[in-house]
């Protein structure tokens, strides 16, 4: 963490990985805040791609007006091998001199920040990261942007799955992101009052699973809904339906996979005020000198992760959380 | 379609079938405008199943407060394999004489009246028919109960993968429902904005999918939508990604199913006021002697179609809409 | 109705009145129907106000591409006092030609097609109108763009209005648009079951509303909403708890008054197939040689109106709704 | 604080005050983790009302079911003038007695935390207090239930004013709720990126509004939002737009007044996962024998706060928030 006191005249912010919502609102937010302060601002097209091939826009106040509301990036995202290369961050590290760029804004999550912590080592670039990703798998914040929406579209669909399982008594198996984390997965399995959810930081033992739904249809409860997070070991809720769905053929048992409905929309107040505080406190972060770090907010206040770390592992659930589902089931 | 001058005093309703956003607003204006006619009213739990096993409830006004606004059913829904008996059936009927049912409503799609058609050719059962089913595919009316809502439901779904088409710039293919007709999936492609809809209707060459989706890469068009009817004779959305996907090698190809999400959900104005309108007729052509009739709303006036009609074939789509999706792709 | 076989170059197109969800959809109707036909078009922003002062923007199918979700007008809508005058219209006709604009696409209401009326009528401009208003009091079409989104809008608000009605047991008083019309009263009435709707079609007998609920309160209803249009000749919903409220004095009566959200917010499907028809449509029959037209869609079919007779009165309510709100209320 | 180690067999739960979206969730979790523990749960309908006129229901896991996603409350709120004597509060404390009830969970805001301190104080009656309230505004908690619901419900609102705002380029003045407190106003404000928002907790100088509002104008700036708190000391919206129309006469200002739409719907995932904590929460505690407290979650950890601090005085905005909507408008 670098503390140089040089005065910050121009700094450039690009959004890169899985879009999230609220992205726009932090890229709004660091527009504005530059501007309060006198800096200029580069908006970077489609991520590293684009800092490599030279997708420069100048941005004001105004390119930002009417987005806070909007899904997506304004700046897009995409993927770049190039990057992975010391040729192509080189090739990063002059169109970011060429402009004068004193420090970069990177929106993402722990890829987008592997990108620019090699910048910053390798080529002495001022780079600030800024946790945005539906997974929420970054330690160093209590959320990461886009999380909450994700959380209220996945949310929002499983109640509508409710609906249709309770009118016919069937037993779903509703599949939502999360590749390596179970956040949404548990949250939202408490959030809809599911039955069970099956998550990738525990082992799934899956007679354990057909036991306790057959208990469950004891009870007298006649639908049920499994959450289940895509990175479950089980592989996922297609094939957890092919491993359980002859002990329940009484049943008409259905799967829906959520998919990238969950990345979209408008993002909820939380977002947009989460992306607001951190799309500024990048700004106001790289002014006081500081550099190779991650902003976050942890209980409610504004937290800086050096970048090494906040990629060094993935966050942890919270324990209690999965004894609350267990309990409320 | 007979007009015996009999008094109606009791009659019961039931939901069959798929359930759809409205049954519940449908079967309130059931019970409400029966009530207001003097007329019992039994609600029967589980369709037919519920209709051979004796789940027959008393309704009153207060039965069907505060329901208008709920998708799925409060009588819930079933599929019944002995109603496909003529043994089931005798069960039935003598259930309904039990109870000295005059005369039955069913609530739902085709298969829904094919049940109750049998009832009455087999056993003099006087029925109603109420279109409801997201398909769309029910002749007689211009709309079933719950297709505005799936539709609104699917295009919201498929605004928010735009999102994530968008930043990306990414290829996704979106699967709706529809087995046998495409109207959820063109009317979605319409309102979306989707480059290409695949119907059950029309033959699809994926020779020709390629072709149009070159020509829209060349327009320097870099996100694109299809929307794929799940009964499409690709095969859906999964199977038509493995024809094409070699060709746009290139593109991060993504599939989307929406899925169950389309069932379920609050209805939409449309869809309630559409569902007051059937179910409150239903009555009306009772008390008027119809038997073996459905209800439906063409031209926005009501027209009744014998039951037998209803079931003879699929709605055909309006072949001005699919025009249209070519011109505004 | 003229049929000159001109050939129409370009068009213009603009937006006036009121926004109402669906014009953005309208509006790349008209510019991608156009482009389809080799026809050139200029946006007007600012409507009329636009026209005056030469506010003109060609616009291609890029200009229009993912706009179809967004609720207001891209073309932004605005008053003009200065084209009430002769003088004022003379300068808008003045520029139309000096764009060597052909026809001209107006968006909106009646008192947009007023004005286009006189601008075809006083400089021989040919235009044709397309209905949008979220009032839905135009004549010549079933529907006009942004009424079904509107009432969805108000209908969702009634909801979450129903739910603190039913945990308080308590009275509301809602009102909702409309002006001269009662369909935005009149089907949110129904679709929310309220317990009473006034419309300003309807005279308004205060003895008879509190005759009304103090029956429902006889029958152990606890909660009631009651829908009142603005225009209604009560004044409106605080006047009317002004005059109703020492009657219910036990009660905790309150008032809602929905205002500007019914009009925003993204278009739900059936406005954006409708406003893409109508779009298209208004192309085609400019091609086709009409002018001093509306374009409409009635009962399934594009319909043409004269200009004169579309704004010459109001659209009636269906009166078999008005019947049926009061036989499920 | 008393900690009697007597085994707690049964309680008592209800919600009390405004609704809030997520008071069903906690009955829910009450009631569910209550039954876990082999604790059997009395629902008091009405609050305190229902607690002095014996309006007890027992209540099982089966009775909570499929209401994690409903606003309002099952349970029904009521005020009771009865209950501020204390003749009332002993009739409350002998039912309590009657149904052997050992303990007493109260959903609601401040008021209903007076209340159950007041029978404790005078009755011995052990009670915890949940805090549900839209308006945020008590100590001792992160947050309220029922406030990120009413957060996302007004800011989809103004989303929608934005859109006509934007279309029209008008200046909106919204009042949201909060009549004491500026949390509602505060955050949507930052999310919506309105122009200015009028706080209770900061002296409105309208001046100064006028002169931010003009400067505004002078950058371009064509549409603007003011989000005025109910409980601002100008006096909401109505009040505001009178002061300063007369110099904004060139613009067309409007006046949207929220309302109650606020209190309803379902509520978001955040508000069902820190409901279903706290209802949970409480059953804990009372089993360890605690009593006179509130449970909170404050920093992502459960905390206890006596209730007669949780009433001593409102919780007070983040003032880093205020700075940061000042940076980003």
């Known amino acids: 963490m670098s503390e140089d006191l040089v005065k910050v005249k121009t700094i450039a912010v690009l959004t890169s990985g ?21 800096i200029n601002v580069y ?67 722990d890829g987008t920040f592997t990108g620019a912590n090699l910048l910053s080592k390798e080529h002495g670039v001022n780079a600030v990261g800024v946790p945005a990703t539906i ?49 949404i997965a548990l949250e939202t399995s408490i959030a809809s009052g599911a039955e069970i959810a099956l998550l ?29 997070a895509e990175g479950d070991e089980t592989g996922g809720a297609i094939k957890l339906a092919e491993k359980i769905k002859d002990d329940f053929s009484q049943y008409d048992m259905r799967v ?15 977002d947009r005020v989460l992306a607001s505080r951190l799309g500024a406190a990048a700004v106001k972060v790289l002014i006081e000198g500081h550099s190779e770090v991650m902003v976050g907010v942890v209980n409610n206040s504004l937290k800086l992760t050096p970048m090494r770390v906040a990629i060094s592992k993935k966050k942890e659930l919270d324990h209690s959380l999965i004894e609350l589902a267990k309990i409320l089931r």
């Open 135 to 183: 997974d929420n798998d970054i330690i160093g914040t209590d959320e990461t942007i886009g999380y909450d929406s994700a959380l209220n579209t996945a949310l929002e669909a499983i109640d509508k799955i409710r609906d249709t399982a309770d009118a016919h008594e069937r037993m779903f198996l509703v599949e939502v992101m999360g590749r390596d984390t179970g956040f």
């Open 43 to 109: 908006g970077v097209k489609h991520g590293y791609y684009g800092l490599i091939h030279d997708e420069f826009v100048e941005m004001d106040t105004h390119s930002v007006s009417n987005i806070i509301q909007r899904g997506g990036t304004i700046l897009k995202s995409a993927r770049s091998e190039e990057f992975r290369t010391e040729e192509g961050r080189k090739k990063a590290a002059d169109n970011l001199k060429k402009y004068n760029i004193d420090a970069l804004v990177a929106i993402g999550g």
């Open 200 to 228: 990738p930081e525990e082992l799934t033992n899956v007679e354990e699973v057909k036991r306790q739904l057959n208990n469950m249809l004891k009870e007298q409860r006649r639908s049920s809904l499994v959450v289940v």
């Open 18 to 38: 899985g879009d999230s919502p609220g992205m726009n609102a932090a890229v709004r937010a660091v527009v504005r805040a530059a501007a309060q302060s006198e």
């Open 256 to 270: 829906c996979i959520l998919g990238h409905i969950q990345r979209g929309g408008a993002p909820t107040a939380r």
